[in-house]
């Protein structure tokens, strides 16, 4: 869920829905609550039952968390700041009701991810998003190869993420080490109020002024 | 866009944006007028302007489309049945927009591609979409393969689709050219009242009943 306000980045139906459901697996329990707060004043938050589900938590607890589906009732899923189970928490949940052979709903909502490949001008025909890219010097210039490789054979479009406070890092050590004519898109504050989304040849982003330290940021690299 | 009520798949927000927009580059004019008939009866379509953008269009006719830009006038890229720009037209327009420096606004709305992989339980932070597999064999062979080792190796989720009256077809090619405890989610009709998404190890699909011979069907591979 992102800062913006709900009404412009979720359907009115997922508000509908969300009212209807009173146990919840959440990434974090306060943003969880402010979330449901936002949606609807008059929710009765604390008759409300949470798990939490981030990366801290073991695998093992995961199934436990399902006991209110095994009684026939519905649970919601929620992340913090984009769409459960896709680069965020969620997904070891919903492989559990997979398992089980409950029925699964995704709702539609805002993932930075996916804004990002419609702003960009890029293939979205072919696309792989690849988290954050290894830290280690030998395992991230493989990184870099294997992503040229992937756009010049197949037209691939290629995706990820940094922690902010790298972000400018990230983005001289592309513009150095990548061809120029490469093409480098840089979305920043999805659905939030600096959002920006830039697409340009590596060779003029070498020269443009940027600072996106603070901001989180999605990459996408194609030719 | 889906079959679904708009207020089901797309923020009230995007509806207030399309009202205020007069020129549109869309997928199919029918299906456009239709669906801005439908977020409101009193639009005067017949005062819009539409440029026309599929596979058939050239890429060469994508710049002249763009001439309400230049003038300093909004305007709308619309797909048939998913986010313009992901697995369905609009990129070129996209593109042409980042060339000239123009602001691109992506808007969030139904993705059956990341609401397939929402739904699947599948990795989420590392995966790619292939769009249709090849159709000749040694081809077909080497991308099965090449799915298997990012899968193994990367641990990245696979995504694709195929026409709907080969997807039974394709599925059973699955079934049998890839491991039994490979896990296959067929996700089908998303966003419609049918809608399905079912995540089992192939072993079991080998012996499921299933007909998605009619129905849009998204395939996701994982282990």
């Known amino acids: 869920m992102s800062d913006a306000p709900v009404q412009d980045v979720m359907p009115a139906f997922n508000l509908a829905i969300v009212k209807e459901i009173r146990h919840f697996i959440v990434e974090d329990l306060r943003t969880a609550r402010r979330f449901l707060k936002r949606v609807d004043r008059s929710i009765d938050i604390d008759s409300l039952s949470f798990a939490l589900l ?89 990184a870099l190869k294997e992503m040229t490789r992937e756009i010049t054979r197949y037209r691939r479009t290629q995706i990820f993420i940094e922690t902010p406070y790298r972000n400018n890092r990230l983005l001289a050590e592309l513009a150095s080490a990548l061809p120029g004519e490469m093409l480098l898109c840089v979305a920043s504050d999805i659905t939030g109020e600096r959002e920006s989304i830039i697409t340009r040849p590596l060779r003029q982003w070498r020269t443009a002024t940027y600072d996106y330290g603070r901001i989180p940021a999605i990459f996408l690299l194609y030719q």
Do not use: K, W
Not at 67 to 89: L, N, Q, T, Y
Not at 117 to 140: D, I, K
């Open 54 to 142: 981030n990366e801290h938590t073991s695998p093992a607890d995961v199934p436990a968390m399902l006991a209110p589906m095994e009684r026939g009732e519905d649970m919601g899923v929620m992340s913090d700041a984009g769409c459960p189970a896709v680069a965020d928490p969620g997904a070891l949940a919903v492989a559990e009701a997979q398992r089980r052979g409950y029925r699964v709903r995704p709702l539609v909502g805002p993932s930075s991810i996916l804004l990002a490949l419609m702003g960009s001008g890029f293939n979205g025909q072919s696309f792989t998003f690849r988290g954050y890219l290894p830290v280690e010097a030998p395992a991230r210039t493989a």
